[in-house]
C-alpha cells in the first residue's frame, strides 16, 4: 500500500480496543469518531468478548479476538498499536509486512535499537507512520509555539519543566507491574519525560547541549492488590539542566512517587514578558513588570478538531489524527512519525550516557 493510496476516509483498525478502561477506548475511539475523515472499521483485543463489546460500543463492523485478522484485512488502511510498550514491536512488524500505515502509541521500541529497526522497516515499506506524541499538537502547546515566535516574551532566556506525579512510587497497581522492569520501556526516563519534554521542545526549539542526572531511590515496589514486593530496576527521576538552540537556558525536573503535592507545569521567562503552560496545556502569560500572569485564551484556529465532549487526552489524539489526515491531503508533515521516534528515543539514550559519564554533552 503506497503513500497515496489512502482514501478519502481513512479506514481504521484499532489493536488494544479493550472497553473497560483501556487507553484505545478512552481516547483513539472517540477522538476517530469525531473527525469526518476517518471510518473505525475493525478492533482488536485478546478475547472475542471485549473485542465485541467494543465494536458494539462504538459500531464498528468488525472485531477479532487477536491482531492478524485485523492487520490483513482489505478495510484497513492504517493500524493503530495501542497496547503496551512491550508489545509494540511484535504488532508494528505485523501491521508493516501487511503493507498497512501505523499509528504506534510512544514509545515505538522499548530500545533505542528496536526504535531503529522500526523505522527502518517502515522506510523499507514506503508507508506512513505516526507517533503517539499528541501533546506537542495540543491547541495550547501551538499557540505557545506561536506566541514565542511572535515575540510575546521577547527574548526567551530561561526554560523550566516540572513533573511531579504519584504514579510508579513505593506502591503500583498489579497492572503496572512491568513498570518496574527499565527494560519493558514504561518509565520515569522512556515515557514521562519523553512525553513532558517533547511538549515543551515543540514549542521552545531542540536542545544543543545537556547536563543529566538519571537516578533510581526505589530498589523495591509493592504490588497494590496481593501485597507482592517486586524489585525495580528503572529509574524514578531525571533532573536535566542544558542550553536550547536559541541559547535559553533550560532546566528539568521529573519524578514518580510524589507522595503529596504533585505538579505539572512549565514556564518561560523572557526579556519581556513571561508564559506558563499549565498541566491541562493551557497558555498564561504577562508583559513587562510585576504583572500577574493572566490566561490567555486559546484562538480556536489552533483546534484542528472538535472539541465536542472529548476529554484533553481524547482531544489531544484527535489534533494528531486530524494532522495525519491533513498530512494524507495536503502533503503537510505535521503529525510526527517513525523518524521523530527514534529522535526522541536517542535524546533519552544520551541522558542516560551523560548521567553516567558525569560530562556535559553539546548536541
Known amino acids: 500500500?503506497?503513500?497515496?493510496?489512502?482514501?478519502?476516509?481513512?479506514?481504521?483498525?484499532?489493536?488494544?480496543?479493550?472497553?473497560?478502561?483501556?487507553?484505545?477506548?478512552?481516547?483513539?475511539l472517540p477522538a476517530l469518531q469525531s473527525l469526518p475523515g476517518y471510518r473505525i472499521t475493525a478492533v482488536s483485543t485478546t478475547k472475542q468478548e471485549s473485542a465485541s463489546e467494543a465494536a458494539r460500543r462504538f459500531d464498528v463492523p468488525h472485531a477479532f479476538a487477536s491482531a492478524e485478522p485485523l492487520v490483513e484485512h482489505p478495510e484497513v488502511d492504517l493500524v493503530v498499536v495501542s497496547v503496551r510498550a512491550p508489545e509494540h514491536a511484535k504488532l508494528v512488524r505485523l501491521a508493516?509486512?501487511?503493507?498497512?500505515?501505523?499509528?504506534?502509541?510512544?514509545?515505538?521500541?522499548?530500545?533505542?535499537?528496536?526504535?531503529?529497526?522500526?523505522?527502518?522497516?517502515?522506510?523499507?515499506?514506503?508507508?506512513?507512520?505516526?507517533?503517539?506524541?499528541?501533546?506537542?499538537?495540543a491547541p495550547g502547546v501551538l499557540y505557545l509555539r506561536d506566541l514565542l515566535r511572535e515575540g510575546y516574551v521577547g527574548r526567551v532566556r530561561s526554560v523550566s519543566l516540572q513533573v511531579s506525579t504519584p504514579l510508579l512510587g513505593e506502591r503500583r497497581p498489579k497492572s503496572y507491574e512491568y513498570t518496574a522492569d527499565a527494560t519493558k520501556g514504561a518509565n520515569v526516563l522512556v515515557t514521562m519525560t519523553a512525553h513532558f519534554l517533547d511538549t515543551v521542545l515543540a514549542a521552545v526549539g531542540d536542545l544543543s547541549s545537556v547536563s543529566a542526572l538519571v537516578a533510581r531511590q526505589f530498589e523495591r515496589t509493592t504490588l497494590v492488590e496481593t501485597g507482592e514486593v517486586i524489585p525495580v530496576t528503572a529509574?524514578?527521576?531525571?533532573?536535566?539542566?542544558?542550553?536550547?538552540?536559541?541559547?535559553?537556558?533550560?532546566?528539568?525536573?521529573?519524578?514518580?512517587?510524589?507522595?503529596?503535592?504533585?505538579?505539572?507545569?512549565?514556564?518561560?521567562?523572557?526579556?519581556?514578558?513571561?508564559?506558563?503552560?499549565?498541566?491541562?496545556?493551557?497558555?498564561?502569560?504577562?508583559?513587562?513588570?510585576?504583572?500577574?500572569l493572566a490566561p490567555l485564551p486559546t484562538p480556536e484556529r489552533y483546534l484542528w478538531s472538535p472539541r465536542g465532549t472529548l476529554g484533553d487526552d481524547a482531544h489531544q489524539v484527535a489534533q494528531l489524527h486530524a494532522a495525519f489526515a491533513r498530512?494524507?491531503?495536503?502533503g503537510t508533515s505535521l503529525a510526527p512519525g517513525f523518524e521523530d521516534a527514534v529522535k526522541l528515543h536517542r535524546l533519552m539514550?544520551?541522558?542516560?550516557?551523560v548521567s553516567t559519564s558525569g560530562v556535559r554533552r553539546t548536541l
Not at 500500500?1 to 484505545?24: C, D, F, H, K, Y
Not at 509486512?97 to 527502518?120: I, N, Y
Not at 536559541?246 to 526579556?271: D, M, P, Q, Y
Open 349 to 353: 539514550e544520551t541522558f542516560v550516557e
Open 235 to 292: 529509574p524514578d527521576q531525571v533532573l536535566l539542566s542544558g542550553t536550547l538552540a536559541s541559547g535559553a537556558v533550560l532546566s528539568a525536573h521529573i519524578e514518580s512517587g510524589k507522595r503529596n503535592g504533585g505538579v505539572i507545569g512549565c514556564t518561560i521567562t523572557g526579556t519581556e514578558g513571561d508564559l506558563s503552560l499549565s498541566q491541562d496545556l493551557t497558555v498564561s502569560g504577562a508583559k513587562g513588570d510585576n504583572t500577574p
Open 1 to 28: 500500500m503506497g503513500q497515496s493510496s489512502l482514501p478519502e476516509r481513512i479506514r481504521v483498525g484499532v489493536i488494544g480496543a479493550n472497553p473497560t478502561g483501556g487507553w484505545a477506548a478512552f481516547t483513539h
Open 96 to 137: 508493516l509486512a501487511a503493507g498497512k500505515h501505523v499509528f504506534c502509541e510512544w514509545p515505538l521500541g522499548v530500545s533505542l535499537e528496536e526504535t531503529t529497526e522500526l523505522a527502518a522497516l517502515a522506510r523499507e515499506a514506503k508507508v506512513r507512520t505516526v507517533i503517539g506524541l499528541q501533546r506537542r499538537l
Open 327 to 330: 498530512d494524507v491531503r495536503e
